[in-house]
Structures are given as C-alpha cells and as structure tokens.
C-alpha cells in the first residue's frame, strides 16, 4: 500500500488545518487507518485513528479539537485539526495496518507532512 500525505503548512495558534492521506488501495480493506505526528526531539505518537467500523480513537491531547474521517470513494483518510497549538508542531505520517486472512498484520506509511504552529 502506497500512501500520500499533505496539507501540512505554516498555521498561527488558534487556526485550523486539514491533512489528507490518499492510498493507492481500496481502504475498505485496511483494518485501521491513522495518524500519528512526531515531534522534534520525541518519539512518534498515535493522534487519531479509525477503523473499519469508522470506530475512532484520539489521543487525549486532540480530544475535542481533531476529526478522523474516511472517504472510501476516494481512498482517502482525513484529519480535520481545529484550535490548533505551538505543542501541536511536528511531522504527521499516515498509517495503513492490515491484517491478512492468515493472521499477518502489516504497517504501511507515508511519506509524512510538516505542521508547524507558530504562537
């Protein structure tokens, strides 16, 4: 699975952004789709994700402020971030996480897209 980050850019604290990962598969069949950003200096961390069931999961930092959605008919994954903040600067990586019939699980991500939130 090939994925396609953007929509990262330069927003000031209080703005709003909206990140979209597009897969050259269709992801009705990828179990979980997310986003997880990594700051500098930190380790990687799961924001948002939702799965097949459009179950969705948000770290409590994004609470209230970000939205996962799915659009199938386009392949594509969004993460709507509203009331953003300084603390919410880093790369965001799109991730795929397949599970095969035969109990095999993969990781997939792109290539990433910078966010940063000036103050």
């Known amino acids: 699975v090939q994925l396609q980050a953007s929509g990262g850019g330069l927003v000031q604290a209080g703005g709003s952004l909206r990140l979209s990962c597009a897969a050259d598969k269709d992801i009705a069949t990828v179990n979980v789709m997310a986003w997880y950003r990594e700051a500098p200096g930190q380790e990687r961390e799961l924001v948002a994700r939702i799965g097949s069931s459009r179950s969705r999961n948000y770290a409590d930092s994004v609470k209230g402020r970000f939205t996962i959605s799915k659009d199938p008919t386009k392949n594509t994954v969004y993460l709507q971030m509203n009331l953003l903040k300084p603390e919410d600067t880093g790369v965001y990586y799109c991730?795929?996480?397949?599970?095969?019939?035969?109990?095999?699980?993969?990781?997939?991500w792109g290539q990433g897209t910078l966010v940063t939130v000036s103050s």
């Open positions: 991730n795929a996480y397949i599970v095969t019939a035969w109990g095999q699980s993969y990781n997939y």
